[in-house]
Nanobody, 122 residues
Framework: QVQLVESGGGLVQAGGSLRLSCAAS??????CGWFRQAPGKEREFVAG????????WYADSVKGRFTISRDNAKNTVYLQMNSLKPDDTAVYYC????WGLGYLRPSDYDYWGQGTQVTVSS
């Protein structure tokens, strides 16, 4: 069993930055991902990172602004978010896939955190 706990969300002005953390207890995720869900919208992929070679993937909407990283010693995944926009407002979730390389769909993941709210004001 894996438990994921996100932190670091909050209210920030447009152009500002936040860093989200996802601390995992139990096993280490093979692929770790961040998703977000805005009111009335489907949950969407934001970023992912693979344990084997630390390759990363990003949604086009965040490429160049967000950076995903992991600290294996702490079993923690981070999402550094810069140049935030009002459109980035959502609940952000971290997710863990325990085997394989799939990363894009929510169904690719085995475990989810409870989510942390990010609100970007204009």
């Amino acid at each position: 069993q894996v438990q994921l706990v996100e932190s670091g969300g909050g209210l920030v002005q447009a152009g500002g930055s936040l860093r989200l953390s996802c601390a995992a207890s139990g096993r280490t995720c093979n692929t770790c991902g961040w998703f977000r869900q805005a009111p009335g919208k489907e949950r969407e992929f934001v970023a992912g990172i693979y344990l084997g070679d630390s390759r990363t993937w990003y949604a086009d909407s965040v490429k160049g602004r967000f950076t995903i990283s992991r600290d294996n010693a702490k079993n923690t995944v981070y999402l550094q978010m810069n140049s935030l926009k009002p459109d980035d407002t959502a609940v952000y979730y971290c997710a863990a896939r325990m085997w394989g390389l799939g990363y894009l769909r929510p169904s690719d993941y085995d475990y989810w955190g409870q989510g942390t709210q990010v609100t970007v004001s204009s």
